[in-house]
T-cell receptor, first 115, second 116 residues
Framework: AQKITQTQPGMFVQEKEAVTLDCTYDTSDQSYGLFWYKQPSSGEMIFLIY??????QNATEGRYSLNFQKARKSANLVISASQLGDSAMYFC????????????FGTGTSLTVIP | EAGVTQFPSHSVIEKGQTVTLRCDPI?????LYWYRRVMGKEIKFLLHFVKESKQDESGMPNNRFLAERTGGTYSTLKVQPAELEDSGVYFC??????????????FGNGTRLTVT
């Protein structure tokens, strides 16, 4: 069975500082994808970054990077130079198998950026 | 390109009533998903359409939930009769066809359902 665990219900970070949001996953599939989504207070879910299980390099998208440690089954999101607009819920998600049907989500981490 | 749209954004109904949620996926996206988030819990899969066919409905809680996708375009999710535990945010998402393990979901803004 697939499972995503986010152990930080809430996080605070000073503006312009970097922050790491933790995510661990569990799957027996060799092929899987890891995603991070952002949900601001307005409610929409915004795709941030993707890491494939066969990708050797950590994914980066602007200020977002994914610290992928396969042996530890972790896929932490690093946000550099935090901005006030980064305050939101962040969800880690996974889909597995070559033709996966389901995305599995964690419970989310609420990030608050302090001015 | 228009994103995934969901209607209504909010719905407050009494226990025992019926509610129908609608989702319009991104044009050309064959995969359409329904997910639900109950307060404080993880976002949980309900079902998956590929075009008009139900690929996987293993996440549907019970037979009070009925999803359809007419002609492979928009989808509806009907809850009849609604119970208190059905309250939550219902998300619709779509993605392009083929293997999905590297295709991100594009989400709608969700419908916040409150059953009183």
């Amino acid at each position: 069975a697939q499972k995503i665990t986010q152990t930080q219900p809430g996080m605070f970070v000073q503006e312009k500082e970097a922050v790491t949001l933790d995510c661990t996953y569990d799957t027996s599939d060799q092929s899987y994808g890891l995603f991070w989504y952002k949900q601001p207070s307005s409610g929409e879910m915004i795709f941030l970054i993707y890491q494939g299980s066969y990708d050797e390099q950590n994914a980066t998208e602007g200020r977002y990077s994914l610290n992928f440690q396969k042996a530890r089954k972790s896929a932490n999101l690093v946000i550099s130079a935090s901005q006030l607009g980064d305050s939101a819920m962040y969800f880690c998600a996974m889909t597995a198998g070559w033709v996966g049907n389901q995305f599995y989500f964690g419970t989310g981490t609420s990030l608050t950026v302090i001015p | 390109e228009a994103g995934v749209t969901q209607f209504p954004s909010h719905s407050v109904i009494e226990k025992g009533q019926t509610v129908t949620l609608r989702c319009d996926p991104i044009s050309g996206h064959d995969n359409l998903y329904w997910y639900r988030r109950v307060m404080g819990k993880e976002i949980k899969f309900l079902l998956h359409f590929v075009k008009e066919s139900k690929q996987d409905e293993s996440g549907m809680p019970n037979n009070r939930f009925l999803a359809e996708r007419t002609g492979g375009t928009y989808s509806t999710l009907k809850v009849q009769p609604a119970e208190l535990e059905d309250s939550g945010v219902y998300f619709c998402a779509s993605s392009t066809g083929g293997a999905i393990f590297d295709s991100p979901l594009h989400f709608g803004n969700g419908t916040r359902l409150t059953v009183t």
